[in-house]
């Protein structure tokens, strides 16, 4: 039996096990979820990886006190390259309950698709490299390393402190960071350039106390409304970011995203116009972009007749390789400061920074995986940027400069990860599970140290 029918063949128990796993609500924050939950999905994810014949596995406590599953699994020569398998156990919270059409945590199918928080980002990868590896069987040819980290969604960092102190515990060949996904279902993708980004909070600070608006209302300093055009000068009329001193004017060269492919994927009204004056991978994938992700005032309930004094919003600025994330926090501090109108006090916390990434992929592994990509989804892959940033990309590049990072996985536009109503395609898992499975084989023979 070949291993895409082996993979095919497991498809029944893969759905178990993500039911199984969705079913915990590991969101890594103890203001929203008990710690207990986390703790749950990282003994099951030892459990599994165990029984797919890592022998040490453990959890590693990191510096944001999250625990990392950890372990290794030597094959049967020592010579063979080595490949670090990564994923991680935590979920983004499920958001506005009332907007999911199933239970966020319990895995539901509906048209084909399984939904539930995680089923896709990153549980749903998590599963893909255990099917993966059981229709190797015995078989699998290369070393394998194993990190599923438990607070990648918090962005709070604990792995990526944890890898360059423990380098030689996950020091690999080729690092396989199974988080990103297709350009489209049935479309192999590797992505190659991940934006960084920058988060802040700017709060505003216009009086000691509310006002009535009738009284006050005209001439005082208004927290709110000075927040309001701060914001608004974020963005031009068209859309485009306009932070000053951040360039954004670049344009992407690798394979273009449809602009009605990506109406269709964010689901956009008829009507609605797609933002900026570059193309939808430029805009995505070499260009940054700010978003407003929350603002604190009162909200409409319970809001009086009154001036507000204090408003704070929460920003996030995605930034293409090429931009330092550190430039860009000036440069989007600088910029608040000095679009505040009235005199009002500003103060810009940086809450975090991530470093853009843009792989190597001139190397074995990404001629191996291009082979295994044609061979499980019978079409030729192709290279994306995403919008999205994954810090700790930029750490495996530095603590493992020789190494070559390929991210890919399960999490493809329809997956809508972060948002209400996650899934994920059930096929993508079985093609990608055997495209990984494929890529060990291959891998094990072209990327064996020449000479
Ligand atoms: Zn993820």
Redesign the pocket.
């Known amino acids: 039996m070949d291993v895409a029918q082996r993979v095919a063949e497991q498809m029944p128990r893969v759905r178990t096990e993500l039911a199984e796993l969705v079913a915990i609500p590991s969101v890594a924050d103890v203001r929203q979820f008990p710690a207990e939950e986390c703790a749950r999905a990282a003994r099951w994810v030892a459990d599994a990886f165990r029984e797919v014949g890592f022998t040490d596995v453990a959890l590693h406590r990191t510096a944001d006190g999250s625990d990392a599953v950890v372990g290794s699994r030597p094959g049967p020569d020592p010579a063979a390259p080595t490949v670090l398998l990564y994923a991680?156990y935590d979920v983004q919270p499920p958001l506005d309950d009332d907007a999911w059409r199933t239970p966020p945590f319990a895995l539901t199918e509906v048209d084909g698709r399984w939904y539930g928080r995680g089923a896709a980002?990153?549980k749903g990868n998590i599963v893909m490299h255990l099917a993966a590896l059981r229709a190797l069987g015995d078989d699998v040819p290369v070393n394998l390393r194993l990190v599923v980290e438990g607070s990648?969604?918090q962005g709070t960092g604990g792995l990526e402190d944890f890898v360059p102190r423990h380098a030689d515990l996950l020091r690999a060949d080729a690092v396989l960071v199974c988080?990103t996904g297709n350009a489209a279902v049935g479309v192999p993708a590797v992505t190659v350039s991940l934006r960084g980004m920058v988060n802040v909070v700017v709060h505003v600070d216009a009086l000691p106390t509310e006002l009535h608006s009738g009284m006050f209302g005209g001439p005082a300093p208004d927290a709110l409304a000075a927040l309001v055009l701060m914001l608004a000068s974020l963005r031009d009329e068209r859309g485009d970011t306009t932070v000053r001193g951040v360039d954004t004017t670049q344009t992407w060269s690798g394979a273009p995203y449809d602009p009605e492919a990506f109406r269709a994927d964010a689901r956009l009204a008829e009507g609605e116009s797609l933002l900026g004056s570059g193309t939808v991978s430029d805009m995505l994938w070499a260009r940054p972009a700010l978003t407003v992700l929350g603002i604190d005032c009162p909200p409409v309930v319970g809001s009086t007749a009154a001036i507000v004094p204090r408003a704070s919003a929460r920003l996030n600025l995605r930034i293409p390789p090429g931009t330092a994330p550190e430039q860009a926090r000036d440069a989007l501090t600088r910029h608040l400061v000095e679009a505040a109108p009235w005199g009002v006090a500003v103060a810009v916390e940086t809450e975090a920074v991530g470093t853009p990434f843009l792989a190597r992929t001139d190397g074995p592994a990404y001629e191996a995986v291009r082979g295994a990509m044609q061979d499980a989804f019978g079409r030729d892959m192709v290279l994306l940027g995403q919008g999205g940033s994954i810090p700790l990309c930029t750490v495996f590049g530095a603590t493992y400069p020789d190494a070559e990072i390929l991210m890919l996985g399960v999490?493809e536009p329809l997956a809508l990860?972060h948002a209400p109503n996650e899934s994920v395609d059930p096929r993508e898992i079985q093609h990608l599970a055997t495209a990984e499975a494929l890529f060990l084989q291959r891998y094990a023979i072209q990327g064996r140290p020449t000479g």
């Open positions: 991680h980002d990153c990648e969604e988080d999490e990860i």
